[in-house]
């Protein structure tokens, strides 16, 4: 049995078996997640499977991306501009390149060789990074800024990777961050239906009390929750203590 990442509670009940895959529920405090748990090499290789559409000249969408990233940047302007920003999970540097339009120092961190490409050749006056969590860390930088979406739902050690946000996090820093919302009211009640449910893609699911209480353990304190009544997606902005 696991522990559960959230409430380092032991008792859980199972969830749902999809693709192969046992999802548990935590008694404690309800965090969903994968039991087993993929070990990281075989969760790293799922996340960057679709690379093969990634080139350093092309990247699928792009001109969407691009779009979308300009309008969030432009909600999340006034915690970034003058400062210091970085996307984590930065992908082809969309908002990386938004971020650094609309006034912010900003950079874009990805273990994707073929999105950091993309990313160099098209955004050249930011500055990007094909490195994992270690490396990087070894860099000593910190930020006022640190924008993550859809990334935590991959990472099986949602702790350790919020160590690492908050390492590279300055006192006060603006965390928004973004997943999938498995207690939202339009996810279907037979949840194998939605689309989010994809396992080994996504290793766990939030509700807004399980994220805010990770997010409270490392040192974030919830400001404000974007809600999309309509959409089953967590989009928070968290400031670190």
């Known amino acids: ?27 404690g405090c309800g965090f969903v997640f994968l039991d087993p748990m993929p070990d990281p090499e075989r969760l790293v290789q799922i996340y960057n499977q679709d690379e093969a559409s990634i080139t350093a000249g092309s990247y699928p969408k792009a001109a969407s991306r691009k779009r979308r990233a ?14 210091d920003a970085i996307d984590v999970g930065c ?27 993309y990313a160099r050749a098209a955004f050249p006056r930011a500055a990007f990074y094909e490195e994992d969590f270690k490396v990087f860390l070894g860099r000593e930088q910190q930020f006022d800024f640190l924008h993550s979406s859809e990334v935590i739902e991959h ?31 339009v996810v279907p009640d037979t949840v194998t239906d939605w689309d989010m449910l994809s396992p080994p893609r996504h290793v766990h699911f939030f509700t807004e009390s ?19 009544k309509n959409a089953p997606t967590l989009q928070v902005l968290a400031r670190k203590r």
């Open 1 to 27: 049995m696991t522990t559960c990442s959230i409430c380092a509670g032991d008792r859980q009940t199972p969830y749902v078996h999809h693709d192969g895959y046992d999802y548990v529920t935590c008694l």
């Open 70 to 83: 300009i309008l969030r940047a432009m909600k999340l302007m006034p915690y970034f501009f003058g400062r």
């Open 91 to 117: 992908g082809g540097g969309f908002v990386v390149n938004a971020m650094r339009r609309l006034g912010a120092r900003a950079s874009g961190l990805d273990i994707s060789a073929p999105a950091i490409a």
């Open 155 to 185: 990472i099986g050690d949602v702790n350790g990777y919020m160590r690492f946000l908050a390492a590279i996090a300055r006192p006060g820093a603006r965390l928004f961050m973004t997943t999938p919302d498995i207690g939202h009211r």
């Open 210 to 228: 399980t994220l805010e209480t990770l997010l409270n353990t490392h040192g974030f304190d919830l400001v404000k929750r974007y809600y999309k």
